[in-house]
């Protein structure tokens, strides 16, 4: 027989659980899966922005539909880094700061989505092209300037 008792334990402890549940996708059970994960994002990111890079540079001719692609990828991997750096997942180059100074590394995650956004619009034209990859890389930079280690 079901007790009024464990009824009433049920029922908190769902409550209590609810609360303080966590989103699944923020989520890795082992703290190098969520470290591996953000990395796998970066590297991503990183070989597409070589990509444009060698356009807006020269070394490599400018196509519009290949910039795009690129572009495409950059601002969809721009959102998936950030559920990687959950507590607890330390690794050489991520600095404490991170974590005792999430709002503002919050602030540059929403900035580089904001620059990621504009690359696939900008990809229609050199000119365009340069200048959104420089803005979008100067993101990159700042941020690694103050939360990673060399
Ligand atoms: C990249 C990459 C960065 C940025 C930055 C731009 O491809 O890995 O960290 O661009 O170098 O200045």
């Known amino acids: 027989?079901?007790?009024?008792?464990?009824?009433?334990?049920?029922?908190?402890?769902?409550?209590?659980?609810?609360?303080?549940?966590?989103?699944?996708?923020?989520?890795?059970?082992?703290?190098?899966?969520?470290?591996?994960?953000?990395?796998?994002?970066?590297?991503?990111?990183?070989?597409?922005?070589?990509?444009?890079?060698?356009?807006?540079?020269?070394?490599?001719?400018?196509?519009?539909?290949?910039?795009?692609?690129?572009?495409?990828?950059?601002?969809?991997?721009?959102?998936l880094p950030w559920d990687g750096f959950q507590k607890g997942a330390d690794s050489k180059r991520a600095k404490p700061e991170i974590w005792a100074s999430a709002a503002d590394f919050k602030g540059y995650q929403d900035k580089l989505m904001a620059e990621a956004a504009k690359l696939p619009g900008a990809a229609a034209s050199l000119d365009s092209l340069k200048q959104q990859v420089g803005a979008t890389g100067g993101v990159c930079k700042s941020c690694h300037d103050k939360f990673r280690n060399d």
Not at 20 to 36: G, L, N, R, T, W
């Open 1 to 79: 027989m079901v007790s009024l008792r464990s009824l009433a334990f049920a029922a908190s402890a769902a409550l209590v659980g609810g609360l303080f549940s966590i989103p699944a996708s923020a989520q890795f059970a082992k703290a190098e899966d969520a470290v591996k994960y953000r990395q796998s994002a970066m590297f991503i990111m990183n070989a597409n922005m070589g990509r444009l890079a060698a356009m807006t540079r020269g070394d490599r001719p400018f196509d519009a539909a290949v910039a795009q692609n690129s572009a495409r990828a950059i601002e969809a991997v721009s959102k």
